[in-house]
């Protein structure tokens, strides 16, 4: 290995090949466990009362009166909150990705400039103010989602020394003002009605889905996931540090906003609709790279796949196991976490933990 | 054949992730283009607790109950049998598994604390749904509407909402003269108490001190439902200023009040009897008297909003002024009432008051 | 063609760094900037790449006025070995060269097999291409240097700044750079502008020197000529003086200094102990 002349070029470029077949995989895969997640619930769906759904809905053909409910359940409950998983699993994840290649460190997650503690915040003045309008609680929590980031990033360019380690201290500021805040909403919330209602939304589960959520979320979780992906190569350099990145070309501060941009507004959608789900955006980028190596170019489609698969999977575990609803962050963290400390576990030696 | 597929994968494996994503992106936006629709509705329109018109069929035969006052209200209705599913918490009340043990078969929804399985209720194709108003409650009561699935919201915080509740449920089940026959039992123990603290002084009046449900320092507010029973019993409560939830009070206003009796909720039974014994609280009147006693029942608790609470009432009349309430058979009025509403009497289920505390 | 300093000039918190700078440096030549810690080697350097941009005068490549250029254009015809060596992500060293295109990339474009052959023959010109799938992070100082040559090299091979090329490596691998970047100057006709600290390296394998105090040239041209003892104890304030060893080789040494240490040797220390 040590003194072996790479004649060929191919061979020296063939990683990259090499990872276009995990890309392959990882779409059947994905797609595969789709299919199945459409099946299992509480409710057994057969794979021929899936096709007689798909062809009620697409032609208008009629169902089976003792398949209606069945219908129902499909079309309104089970197939948008798978769809909402995958989506919320590539967003979560590939935000995570990007946040761990601006900042250089292995253990940033998506939160780290605010945006959950925003957007938490934000959903629980929607709950206290009177009034039942569930849209109100979506646009506070991304508002403020926004809000927060916002906050992080101006007291950063105020600052404007040693960008990165201003925005994690910006973004902690963030983070405690809004933790501060939320903590006097809860204490002034009617503890029977309307606090219950808070801790509840921040526990995040998927099953408050409907169509609804699904117009606001793919639209703009599929927007950034694509910028993410033709950018991706940019990460690479960024992540070399202001000075190199500059020395290359590249103005670091304008792709640090872009990038921040796209991945707050991925995050903010999705807690604002699911609540919080934590352990994708830090989890899956390891085991990202852990198969294919830290090169973003090969990275980020692999993030994003595994992503949606890993909250796919938990999700159907989430709804299925109990009679009882469980949260998915309660199975994202029992089963992340430990990934994780195997992950670090397992890369110690490769010269960046 | 290695290198065509290589080069197939070279060029296709990019186009085949973006196509991928296109189709499932185009096949979600198609379908919901077209929603399937549910069974034709039925005439009738009752306004439920939360102010919501729900319409409901003439008759429900397939009831979920999603928490623990829903299902006693259903049971206190007799309509037991009509249940398809329960919430996962209310097996647990003793009093539902002994008046009908089929619900420990029934399926479980999923709870107010955790959430609920819209796919579990929905697949049991009820005709009834009866909810709560916190947390997403009403939320998923209109989806549920908007899915052609009758569901009501109750909120049953005081004596009155709790009638109230018993007219809604049953008349969306299709059978008010139900409600009309618990509410008459209702009345009847209302009437069985008021009558004998009728002319009561208010000078003669007990403060009633209500201990729980988080801890011995933790009392119910003015405008709580173990307030009105005290009331309703003869008493004042202690904390009748305090407005909101439950409350956490320290030692000293617990003295400072002197309550000349403690009713202590049924959950913390078992440490109410250490504060029996603290020196510091030992010149409280209640204390001094031994005027402590545990609210029943063995089976069910009968300071937390249901039907039940009318006993809830009538038991503390009888422990406050039992000079007062000498004529009155306790346990033959609670046997009775468990038969009007359950079909059995209390004892016959099992029910003891176990309303001591001891030191 | 030249790159051309004109009066260039910067201030940093109303400091001034650099005053009144003006130099120009040919194709193919090896011009070593000399001063102590401080002078504004490393700031002149960031002028040249056109990361700072200079408070006064003008810098010109090839004819382009740095000052009129976006920086992806300047970084087409200049490119950096920087001095510092944290650690990044475990990318290959290939992944890392090829990043040397990257002014030449589109926004939305990632290196393809173009750009890797491209690295592939950057590192083969250092008779580097042994690294091409090594840890970047695994590698030792001295071949990160390469590494970072071949990437520099990739992204301009018209003109390279180094910034103190030599600073981490050890005896052999200082002069095996220092010996690398020559032969890009001779067989590729590469301007080569570097700063270093060490008098005796600058002499022996530089073209020309600028001689950089306090933030002014005190001294500029052909190497032979400019580096005399009293410059170059000028530029460090100590005395030196120059001496000359076989093949036409000339070292510089502190002479008080040198003289101190050498006479006054403990003659007692390393002896055999007694058996």
């Known amino acids: 290995m040590k003194n072996d002349p790479v004649s060929d070029p191919k061979s020296a470029v063939s990683s990259v090949h090499d990872m276009r077949y995990m890309t392959v995989i990882l779409t059947i895969l994905l797609a595969g466990l789709f299919f199945v997640s459409l099946m299992v619930g509480r409710l057994d769906i057969g794979w021929k009362e899936i096709r007689t759904f798909v062809c009620a809905s697409l032609f208008g053909t009629p169902v089976a009166p003792e398949l209606s409910s069945k219908a129902l359940v499909f079309t309104l409950i089970r197939f948008p909150r798978c769809l909402l998983a995958v989506f919320v699993g590539m967003g979560l994840s590939i935000s995570g990705a990007v946040y761990q290649g601006l900042f250089r460190n292995p253990l940033v997650s998506p939160d780290i400039l605010g945006v959950s503690a925003g957007c938490t915040f934000g959903a629980a003045l929607g709950l206290i103010l009177p009034g039942n309008s569930f849209m109100i609680v979506r646009i506070l929590s991304f508002a403020f989602g926004l809000t927060a980031v916002c906050l992080a990033v101006g007291i950063a360019r105020m600052i404007a020394v040693r960008p990165i380690l201003v925005l994690v201290l910006a973004g902690l500021v963030a983070t405690s003002v809004f933790s501060a805040l939320l903590m006097v909403l809860k204490y002034m919330a009617d503890p029977y009605n309307d606090l219950p209602a808070i801790v509840f939304w921040i526990m995040g589960s998927l099953n408050r889905v409907e169509w609804n959520d699904l117009y606001i979320i793919m639209p703009v979780v599929g927007a950034g996931l694509f910028l993410i992906h033709v950018l991706r190569y940019r990460l690479n350099v960024l992540s070399l540090g202001d000075l190199q990145a500059r020395s290359l070309g590249m103005n670091p501060t304008l792709y640090r906003v872009i990038f921040i941009m796209i991945s707050s507004l991925m995050v903010a959608v999705t807690v604002s609709t699911c609540g919080q789900v934590c352990w994708i955006g830090l989890v899956i980028p390891h085991i990202a790279r852990t198969l294919v190596g830290p090169n973003h170019s090969n990275m980020i489609p692999v993030t994003m796949l595994l992503g949606g698969i890993f909250l796919l999977a938990a999700d159907m575990l989430a709804r299925s196991i109990t009679a009882a609803e469980l949260p998915v962050s309660i199975i994202t963290a029992l089963t992340g976490a430990p990934l994780f400390v195997y992950l670090l576990y397992k890369n110690r030696g490769s010269g960046w933990i | ?359 | 063609m030249t790159l051309e300093c004109r009066s260039v000039s910067f201030s940093y918190n109303g400091r001034n760094v650099l005053k009144n700078i003006s130099f120009q440096v040919g194709k193919g030549i090896f011009c070593a900037i000399l001063g102590r810690n401080g002078s504004g080697k490393t700031t002149l350097l960031h002028c040249l790449n056109g990361i700072l941009k200079p408070a006064g005068g003008h810098i010109l490549v090839d004819g382009l006025d740095l000052g009129r250029m976006p920086q992806t254009q300047i970084a087409r015809h200049v490119s950096m070995v920087p001095q510092e060596h944290t650690d990044i992500f475990p990318f290959s060293v290939i992944d890392f060269v090829v990043m040397g295109r990257t002014p030449f990339l589109k926004m939305t474009r990632s290196p393809g097999p173009t750009e890797y052959r491209m690295a592939l023959d950057a590192l083969k010109t250092l008779n580097a291409d042994y690294l091409a799938r090594r840890n970047y992070n695994q590698i030792s100082g001295g071949e990160r240097q390469i590494a970072l040559l071949a990437r520099a090299l990739l992204q301009s091979s018209s003109t390279i700044l180094l910034d103190e090329p030599t600073n981490h490596l050890d005896f052999k691998n200082q002069y095996r750079m220092l010996s690398r970047m020559k032969g890009l100057c001779r067989d590729h006709n590469t301007r080569i502008i570097a700063s270093m600290h060490d008098p005796n390296l600058a002499m022996m394998f530089s073209d020309q020197v600028v001689m950089l105090k306090h933030g002014r040239i005190i001294a500029q041209g052909k190497t032979d000529a400019v580096m005399t003892g009293a410059s170059v104890g000028e530029l460090y304030d100590t005395s030196t003086q120059k001496m000359g060893l076989q093949n036409s080789v000339n070292i510089f040494l502190p002479a008080d200094i040198v003289r101190e240490n050498t006479v006054s040797k403990n003659k007692d220390c390393c002896r055999e102990p007694n058996r």
């Open chain 2, 1 to 359: 054949m290695n290198n065509i597929f290589h080069h197939i994968i070279h060029t296709s494996g990019k186009q085949t992730l973006q196509s991928l994503l296109l189709g499932i992106l185009c096949f979600s936006f198609s379908i919901c283009v077209f929603p399937i629709r549910a069974s034709a509705h039925s005439p009738s329109t009752i306004v439920d607790m939360a102010g919501r018109n729900v319409i409901v069929s003439g008759r429900a035969e397939r009831i979920i109950t999603t928490f623990k006052p829903a299902t006693l209200s259903v049971l206190s209705l007799g309509l037991a049998d009509r249940l398809v599913a329960v919430d996962s918490h209310s097996p647990r009340v003793e009093i539902n598994t002994a008046v009908y043990p089929a619900m420990r078969d029934l399926p479980k929804i999923g709870n107010r604390s955790m959430g609920l399985n819209l796919e579990t209720i929905m697949s049991l194709k009820p005709d009834l749904v009866i909810l709560y108003a916190q947390k997403d409650g009403i939320r998923i009561a209109d989806r549920l509407a908007g899915y052609h699935i009758p569901a009501v919201v109750i909120v049953p915080e005081n004596m009155a909402a709790i009638k109230d509740t018993l007219r809604i449920i049953a008349q969306a089940a299709g059978c008010p003269e139900r409600a009309d026959r618990a509410i008459q039992a209702v009345d009847h123990i209302m009437s069985v108490v008021g009558t004998r603290i009728n002319g009561l002084p208010d000078q003669r009046r007990k403060t009633v001190y209500y201990a729980g449900p988080k801890g011995f320092f933790s009392t119910a507010s003015g405008n709580m439902l173990q307030d009105e029973m005290i009331s309703m019993a003869g008493g004042i409560n202690a904390a009748h200023a305090f407005t909101g939830f439950f409350k956490s009070i320290s030692p000293e206003q617990f003295v400072q009040w002197n309550p000349d009796a403690v009713l202590a909720c049924r959950e913390i039974r078992s440490s109410a009897g250490k504060y029996l014994r603290k020196p510091e609280l030992a010149e409280v009147t209640a204390i001094k008297t031994r005027q402590v006693f545990c609210i029943p029942s063995s089976n069910a608790p009968w300071d937390f909003p249901s039907p039940l609470s009318a006993l809830g009432v009538l038991w503390a009349g009888k422990r406050l002024y039992p000079d007062r309430f000498q004529d009155v058979d306790l346990i033959k009025e609670i046997d009775q009432f468990h038969e009007i509403l359950f079909s059995r009497s209390f004892t016959e289920i099992g029910g003891r008051l176990a309303d001591t505390v001891n030191p």
